[in-house]
């Protein structure tokens, strides 16, 4: 074989366990919830196929020969390593499958259902996300772990925790009632959207994980979104994402420093991502079935709206989070809520609603309470106060424009 | 697959109660235990006695110590339990909802070890 076909299989064998990952581990453990085992015959697999196809070209159904070389491997793991009996139910289930799927064609995509398992509420909330990024994408625990900001060994062993119990507990594979659906299908999405908040807050930290995190989210959401068509909610988070994406370059000025939402220059915005995010929302409206991510794009839609030289409608974003505080009760809710009436209804209306958060809890060590309140104090003239609230938020700023950008403004307090 | 059902609950409240609270939990409880056996899922089960008459043993380097139980000192006790054929944990955890335990208690779900 000639060194371009050569590289050529190796693309393909690369290309493959990047577009198929998710598909082949969800194919494989399926029937026994056996994830780690997958995982454990994909890789050799992959290997496998790294060594084979730039030899003897890639096959004509590269997901095909990764299965069948996969189950191989899982049978010989079986004879090796558990009795007799058990060893040979794996072998019959392994060559009926096969069978299923040399008759069936394309492998049945059975993703969708293993994202319910990662998000199954007998799963610690922490953990899902990771697990899904894990399965789905083939990302690696200490890169997880890194994206997380906890210790590779931790990560690791959370991980392990969590596909021992989706296999001892008997965790099903497949998709929810339609009664139990709309709840469970709001984990999975939950999951996503925390690893598209974890990746996005670190877009710009030195580690560039981060960054690839937010798009790995997306491009989950994507998936959830192709594969649960009917469901409003996972077009609004992908929206919802995608807003927020085509604003990354606005995000920091020429010299890296940070730019608040409403002095972004909307020239660098991404005009391609906002109106996918439109029509995404607009399909999912249509459905009349509101929800949290459908009202928080649709807030992203408004702040979207200045690119047409429009003035930012903020009695309508005050609304919209009035409905989303209702529905969430989440303190990032009710900050940003706070900061909406702020500007639709003067500082006073903000302040008092930051103040009413705050007296619930659980703000103190909330970076962006700090930051909110601060502005809010120093609109109002109320400098020593402001300066109390922007040190705080300092202090628990970990990006550094971000913290740059608020010492500036404690410095203009004067 | 089997799961046990530990139904978890303050004991205490059984001493307060009017008897015919008594005889509607009761009631309750034979309605469950009787849909388990109709839908063929019923393994095992059983009431147990309050938590105050437990033992607890233990043998370390050949001598054997017997304590007071019950084993851990918890403000919701163990009282009793079902053992359950399910297809999977969402079988046995819509199962475990329908226990009039888990209103006034909580259950808790555990895959049984296949020997």
Request: hydrophobic content about 50%; charged content about 25%.
């Amino acid at each position: 074989m000639t060194p371009e076909a050569e590289d050529a299989a190796r693309a393909a064998a690369t290309r493959v366990a990047r577009e198929s990952y998710g598909k082949l581990v969800a194919f494989l453990a399926a029937r026994d919830r056996d994830i780690a085992a997958a995982e454990d015959a994909l890789s050799d697999a992959l290997a496998a196929a790294l060594a084979d196809w730039p030899r003897r070209g890639v096959p004509a159904n590269p997901e095909g020969w990764l299965i069948v070389t996969a189950r191989r491997r899982r049978i010989d793991a079986a004879w090796r390593g558990r009795v007799a009996d058990e060893a040979s139910e794996t072998l019959r289930l392994a060559a009926e499958e096969l069978e299923a799927a040399e008759e069936h064609g394309p492998l049945p995509d059975r993703r969708l259902a293993l994202m319910f398992v990662c998000a199954h509420p007998a799963i610690d909330e922490a953990v899902r996300a990771p697990l899904m990024l894990q399965t789905i994408l083939g990302l690696d625990a200490a890169a997880i772990a890194s994206a997380f900001l906890v210790s590779p060994a931790a990560m690791g062993q959370r991980l392990s925790r969590a596909k021992a119990k989706i296999r001892l507990a008997g965790a099903p594979f497949r998709i929810p009632e339609r009664e139990e659906l709309p709840e469970r299908l709001d984990a999975v999405l939950e999951a996503i959207y925390a690893a598209f908040a974890y990746g996005w807050e670190q877009a710009f930290a030195d580690d560039p994980r981060g960054r690839n995190l937010a798009e790995e989210a997306i491009w989950l959401g994507r998936l959830v979104a192709s594969l649960a068509l009917d469901e409003p909610e996972a077009l609004g988070l992908l929206a919802l994402m995608l807003y927020a994406d085509s604003r990354r370059a606005a995000r920091r000025d020429a010299a890296g420093r940070y730019v608040p939402l409403a002095e972004q220059d909307v020239g660098r915005w991404s005009a391609a991502a906002i109106d996918e995010a439109e029509r995404l929302l607009t399909v999912a409206g249509a459905k009349r079935r509101p929800g949290r991510f459908q009202l928080e794009a649709a807030i992203q839609s408004a702040h979207a709206a200045r690119r047409h030289g429009g003035a930012t409608d903020w009695p309508a974003i005050a609304a919209l989070y009035d409905a989303l505080y209702a529905l969430t009760d989440s303190k990032v809710v009710a900050v940003n809520r706070a900061v909406a009436a702020a500007e639709a209804h003067g500082e006073a209306a903000g302040l008092a609603l930051l103040e009413a958060a705050a007296a619930e809890g659980g703000l103190d060590g909330y970076q962006s309470y700090w930051a909110a309140r601060a502005a809010l104090l120093a609109r109002a003239g109320r400098k020593g106060e402001a300066a109390d609230a922007y040190r705080r938020a300092i202090g628990l700023e970990f990006d550094p424009a971000t913290r740059a950008f608020l010492i500036e403004r404690l410095a203009s307090l004067g | 697959m089997q799961y046990l059902l530990m139904i978890h609950g303050e004991e205490g409240r059984f001493g307060d109660m009017p008897k015919a609270d008594v005889e509607k939990m009761m009631g309750a409880y034979g309605a469950y235990t009787q849909a388990l056996k109709d839908a063929g899922v019923l393994r095992g089960g059983e009431r147990l006695q309050p938590s105050t008459t437990a033992t607890v043993v233990r043998t370390k380097n050949g001598k054997t110590s017997v304590l007071n139980g019950p084993y851990a000192e918890v403000k919701e006790q163990l009282g009793g339990y079902y053992v359950i054929e399910a297809a999977d944990l969402d079988a046995a955890i819509g199962w475990a909802a329908r226990c009039p335990g888990a209103s006034d208690g909580a259950i808790e779900v555990r895959p049984i070890w296949p020997m």
